[in-house]
């Protein structure tokens, strides 16, 4: 299993836009395609404007089919289109759980 763990920095006052348009967009096509986040989060102490979210897939092979799958989903590039121009920087990393973790 590994966690692909996303952070995007929206433009200062732009959580909310970014939020709305995650949800009305993206959310009702990534989903059935990724399956459920572990989490979706917005930063309140630290570096500020940041929504963080965390997904499982198997493998990277299982990572990389999901998200070829998903970004020739009808619609996504709308939600691209729309979330883009609010963001400032986007990240991610890939996080493997240790041996003793209570997420394998």
């Given amino acids: 299993m590994i966690i692909d763990e996303r952070s995007y920095t929206t433009l200062p006052g732009k959580v909310k836009a970014f939020l709305e348009v995650y949800e009305r967009l993206a959310r009702p096509i990534q989903w059935p395609i990724l399956g459920e986040p572990i ?3 917005v930063t309140e102490v630290g570096t500020l404007n940041q929504v963080v ?3 499982r897939y198997d493998s990277m092979a299982d990572r990389e089919q999901r998200r070829a799958k998903l970004a020739v989903a009808p619609g996504f590039s709308d939600y691209l289109d729309a979330a883009t121009p609010l963001l400032l920087k986007m990240e991610n990393r890939i996080l493997v759980p240790t041996a003793f973790s209570p997420l394998k």
């Fill in 53 to 55: 979210h965390l997904w």
């Fill in 39 to 41: 989490g979706f989060f």
